[in-house]
């Protein structure tokens, strides 16, 4: 088996079907039952430069306990296809991560029921097909691998995926809120098992961007999962664009109203009700490089007319009789 891929199914014994009975609304039997393990995620650095802490696989451990199994992250009650019922984390002996920790692993024991719908996607895994498997969840903490410093909480200059001084930078998610689902999916972000984080606002992401909430909305999905704390945040996160936008409208107008005054003063001689027109379309870096040019040429001016040589004229004395 490799590490982060389903194992093949195995004869569930009595122990487990104790265990997926807790999660049945009736008692079944061995034989009602395809049985099978997976390795949901592990500390390695996957395909976005995050990993898991091992505090995190611990957390997830039990977080992942009764949560369902669905295809490609869909949230549609008929793409439900297994449920976890047993999780444990294991360490691979004479294994390292990529920044040479030991390497842990989150496992699970899946149970899917036997029956017409289920046969071919039961096939699929058997047959090796259906293999790969990425988890839903949501992290508390995304910590800099350089400088420690918790992106969800202040800005980071340290860009994940670089190196620094010979270290690669990659964030350390840890403080687990929550885990939804995990998913049998094409191609995983960690190498092995696969991990898709939720759509996750990182408060002021690592501090938030605007950029930040497109990329993420451009990562997900047809279907992504949100709980309401996250609802909340990008709500939180929409109110604050919105007053930054206002700010910027109203600085924008001062902006135009003073280079619309500043071209007055510089060309007489342009009709300003057309520069005025103008004006009001134009960028805030056109505008700002508009009133740059005319300041200029206003302290030119201002220059020349201080060094201006005064006209000779006789003693000031000489007006006068003695």
Request: proline share 1%; aromatic share 8%; glycine share 4%.
């Amino acid at each position: 088996m490799t590490a982060g891929y389903i194992e093949k199914g195995f004869a569930p014994d009595s122990t487990d079907i104790e265990k997926i009975n807790r999660f049945t609304r009736r008692d079944f039997n061995a034989e009602d039952f395809y049985v099978f393990s997976v390795a949901l995620c592990n500390n390695d650095v996957d395909r976005d430069y995050e990993k898991f802490s091992v505090q995190a696989l611990e957390e997830l451990k039990d977080k992942f306990l009764g949560k369902t199994g669905i295809a490609d992250h869909s949230m549609k009650s008929s793409d439900q296809r297994a449920r976890i019922f047993d999780t444990w984390v294991e360490k691979v002996d004479g294994r390292k991560t990529i920044d040479g920790e030991d390497f842990y692993q989150l496992k699970a024991k899946a149970y899917m029921v036997k029956n017409q719908e289920n046969e071919s996607f039961i096939t699929d895994i058997e047959a090796g097909i259906k293999k790969e498997v990425s988890v839903s969840c949501q992290m508390g903490k995304s910590v800099c691998s350089i400088c420690g410093c918790d992106k969800k909480l202040s800005r980071c200059e340290h860009i994940n995926g670089r190196e620094y001084s010979g270290r690669l930078a990659f964030s350390i998610l840890s403080d687990t809120k929550d885990a939804y689902e995990f998913s049998f999916v094409a191609v995983p972000a960690q190498r092995e098992a696969g991990v898709t984080k939720s759509f996750e606002l990182k408060k002021d992401s690592e501090i938030m961007t605007d950029n930040d909430i497109i990329k993420a909305l451009k990562d997900c999905d047809e279907n992504i999962t949100l709980s309401k704390s996250q609802v909340k945040e990008i709500l939180d996160k929409i109110d604050t664009m919105g007053e930054d936008a206002q700010l910027g409208r109203e600085y924008k107008k001062k902006l135009t109203d003073e280079v619309v005054c500043l071209c007055a003063k510089a060309m007489p001689q342009m009709d300003i009700k057309t520069f005025a027109g103008v004006a009001q379309v134009m960028t805030t870096k056109e505008l700002l490089s508009f009133k740059t040019a005319f300041e200029k040429s206003q302290k030119n001016v201002v220059e020349s007319l201080q060094l201006k040589p005064q006209s000779k004229s006789n003693n000031t004395y000489s007006n006068y009789k003695i």
